[in-house]
T-cell receptor, first 116, second 111 residues
Framework: DTGVSQDPRHKITKRGQNVTFRCDPI?????LYWYRQTLGQGPEFLTY????????KSRLLSDRFSAERPKGSFSTLEIQRTEQGDSAMYLC??????????????FGPGTRLTVL | AQSVTQPDIHITVSEGASLELRCNYS??????LFWYVQSPGQGLQLLLK??????LVQGIKGFEAEFKRSQSSFNLRKPSVHWSDAAEYFC?????????FGQGTELSVKP
């Protein structure tokens, strides 16, 4: 039973560059979530998908951020023109929708982004 | 909007001692509550969850939590802490499908 996987685990980039992260959910899960976690804080919700449809985006998700889940399987999160404030851990989670509010989300190991 | 408060930023306990981590939530209806644990540089692992029914829920690694509606609390407990329990612990509530997390409590374990 493979869990949620994320690639890369670490990314160092220079300010202004674009970066893309990938998340592979647990295979039968239809929901996929992205969160951002900065040092000393709890994760903050960014966006989520049900199958290929993006159902909600946080106000934290500026125009520089875009997420896709083209075939309802893996997802990508792209950050354009990175800024130092984007440095954080980006966490992906997946769940099998069983009813409103009763999803259990399982998290991947995260991608640590450092913007120099 | 819902919120989750973990009043203790950092707790230190001796190995073998009991542990209680506090979590308070604000939500009008029946909350769906979770505790996750995070080791340094890692993702989050689910410890336990409460959806309904018995207010005392058992989780993995010997943890349990009790839902108290009157106190809007969902505190995490363990009767005897092991050195490997040192980590960061997050309480979360489900709001419309997404999780709202508390700030976390860092647990240190003294030998």
């Amino acid at each position: 039973d493979t869990g949620v996987s994320q690639d890369p685990r670490h990314k160092i980039t220079k300010r202004g560059q674009n970066v893309t992260f990938r998340c592979d959910p647990i295979s039968e899960h239809n929901r996929l979530y992205w969160y951002r976690q900065t040092l000393g804080q709890g994760p903050e919700f960014l966006t989520y998908f049900q199958n290929e449809a993006q159902l909600e985006k946080s106000r934290l998700l500026s125009d520089r951020f875009s997420a896709e889940r083209p075939k309802g399987s893996f997802s990508t999160l792209e950050i354009q023109r990175t800024e130092q404030g984007d440095s954080a851990m980006y966490l992906c989670a997946s769940s099998l929708r069983a009813g409103i509010g009763t999803d259990t989300q399982y998290f991947g190991p995260g991608t640590r982004l450092t913007v120099l | 909007a819902q919120s989750v408060t973990q009043p203790d930023i950092h707790i230190t306990v001796s190995e073998g001692a009991s542990l209680e981590l506090r979590c308070n939530y604000s939500y009008g209806a029946t909350p769906y509550l979770f505790w996750y644990v995070q080791s340094p540089g890692q993702g989050l692992q689910l410890l336990l969850k409460y959806f309904s029914g018995d207010t005392l829920v058992q989780g993995i690694k010997g943890f349990e939590a009790e839902f108290k509606r009157s106190q809007s609390s969902f505190n995490l407990r363990k009767p005897s802490v092991h050195w490997s329990d040192a980590a960061e612990y997050f309480c979360a509530v489900n709001q419309g499908g997404k999780l709202i997390f508390g700030q976390g409590t860092e647990l240190s374990v003294k030998p």
